[in-house]
């Protein structure tokens, strides 16, 4: 019977790929992604470069593999909606707490894949596969956001004339890492500042409560 850990290869494997991973990461968010090769990330990590290209293959998979892990938090192929942050936000009886709970979970990523998210966001516009990949991670965003709103909206009324689709569009923008990048990476705003700011922005924007309880 398989005790549900793995083997000694496999673990090895695993720890090999997490190495890369670490190594990649700090490589990207310094000397930025296109001046990154995958030799200088095989050097970082102390491996071979075959070992690099064996594991993921391009350099693109290495940060995709990289930001999803940042995202997620973990290497767990779970999707964002189903992670028992937002499962606990969406059935919240309480908008404002719901709105809440949102707004820490997206801190939390911003803590771990804000520096990520930026490298992608720079290198898009000349890069041809992380404009692709950047616009993928947006689209996502919105279905996350878009999922929200529609449970925000059973809970309480958005503010008049606001349909789903514009709410859904300013909670992107509001919980964007490019917001977050600006004010707590560039204006060095302390990460409570910037939660306390997002919170009562969405319930100002978004609903008619008060923006204080």
């Known amino acids: 019977m398989s005790s549900g850990k793995p083997d000694g290869r496999t673990a090895r494997a695993q720890a090999t790929r ?41 350099k693109k998979a290495v940060l995709a593999t990289a930001l999803d892990h940042a995202i997620a938090g973990d290497a767990e192929p779970t999707p964002t909606l189903e992670r028992p942050w937002v499962t606990a936000a969406l059935g919240h009886a309480d908008p404002r707490e719901q ?43 919105l ?26 569009d300013i909670a992107l923008v509001i919980l964007s890492p490019e917001n977050y990048n600006l004010l707590v990476g560039t204006r060095n705003w302390p990460h409570e500042k910037w939660r306390e700011w997002a919170e009562t922005s969405l319930i100002s924007l978004l609903t008619t409560l008060p923006a204080t309880a």
Not at 145 to 168: C, H, M, N, S, W
């Open 18 to 58: 997490a190495r890369i991973l670490d190594a990649a990461v700090a490589l990207f968010t310094t000397a930025g992604y296109t001046p990154t090769s995958i030799g200088a990330i095989a050097a970082e990590a102390g491996v071979s470069e075959q070992t690099v290209y064996y594991a993921f293959g391009t």
């Open 99 to 141: 709105l809440r709970r949102q707004v820490a979970g997206a801190g939390a990523i911003f803590l771990r894949a804000a520096p990520l998210l930026d490298v992608v966001r720079s290198a898009a516009p000349t890069d041809p596969d992380l404009g692709e990949l950047w616009a993928t991670n947006l689209r996502q965003r």
């Open 143 to 168: 279905t996350v956001q878009r999922v929200f709103i529609d449970a925000l909206v059973r809970k309480t009324p958005l503010r008049d004339g606001l349909t789903p689709e514009t709410a859904a």
